[in-house]
T-cell receptor, first 111, second 111 residues
Framework: DADVTQTPRNRITKTGKRIMLECSQTKGHDRMYWYRQDPGLGLRLIYYSFDVKDINKGEISDGYSVSRQAQAKFSLSLESAIPNQTALYFC??????????FGPGTRLLVL | QKEVEQNSGPLSVPEGAIASLNCTYSDRVSQSFFWYRQYSGKSPELIMSIYSNGDKEDGRFTAQLNKASQYVSLLIRDSQPSDSATYLCAVRSGGYQKVTFGTGTKLQVIP
């Protein structure tokens, strides 16, 4: 089984809908991250969490919210999706000074 | 100025040649440097990390770091078509160890 899983892998939704992207990890890492990737813009950090009680905004948090339900689970919500949130979304985990490990990604299309 | 800059490419090299990928960063107190490989539509995977000035070799890959020049590079010897991918440079710095990614260089290895 993969160490970092994301669901769904692909999602098509309409403008104004609320959607949730989920991330689970079996690595036992304390830190979890949500990134979005757009062509030409690279990976940009949306939110990150150092433990269940610690949630921090990244560089592009507007329009997004997160929930760290447990050490192993970190969910990203789009309260009212808009077309410019169409992107590839990655969850990542890290323990201390170790490197980051990425999930397989969720491809989101907002119509 | 972008925090981490890479030439977007594509960089085309013939099979068997050395591919040289470059990255510059703006934060002088950056501590850790990473190279990720990302195949189209897939998640980034770590291939090299480097923390001190000089060269670090791992198989066909060599990472080079020059903190005075704020420059990190990745050399791929005996390039193979399977090396064709986008290579992301990432830099970790700051009190909370923020990781910033470059936009990536697309490498094409021509058979």
């Amino acid at each position: 089984d993969a160490d970092v899983t994301q669901t769904p892998r692909n999602r098509i939704t309409k403008t104004g809908k609320r959607i949730m992207l989920e991330c689970s990890q079996t690595k036992g890492h304390d830190r979890m991250y949500w990134y979005r990737q757009d062509p030409g813009l690279g990976l940009r950090l949306i939110y990150y969490s150092f433990d269940v009680k610690d949630i921090n905004k990244g560089e592009i948090s507007d329009g997004y919210s997160v929930s760290r339900q447990a050490q192993a689970k970190f969910s990203l919500s789009l309260e009212s999706a808009i077309p410019n949130q169409t992107a590839l979304y990655f969850c990542a985990t890290r323990q201390g000074d170790e490197t980051q490990y990425f999930g397989p990604g969720t491809r989101l299309l907002v119509l | 100025q972008k925090e981490v800059e890479q030439n977007s490419g594509p960089l085309s090299v013939p099979e068997g040649a050395i591919a040289s990928l470059n990255c510059t960063y703006s934060d002088r107190v950056s501590q850790s440097f990473f190279w990720y490989r990302q195949y189209s539509g897939k998640s980034p995977e770590l291939i090299m990390s480097i923390y001190s000035n000089g060269d670090k070799e791992d198989g066909r890959f060599t990472a080079q770091l020059n903190k005075a020049s704020q420059y990190v590079s990745l050399l791929i010897r005996d390039s193979q078509p399977s090396d064709s991918a986008t290579y992301l440079c990432a830099v970790r710095s700051g009190g909370y160890q923020k990781v910033t990614f470059g936009t990536g260089t697309k490498l094409q290895v021509i058979p």
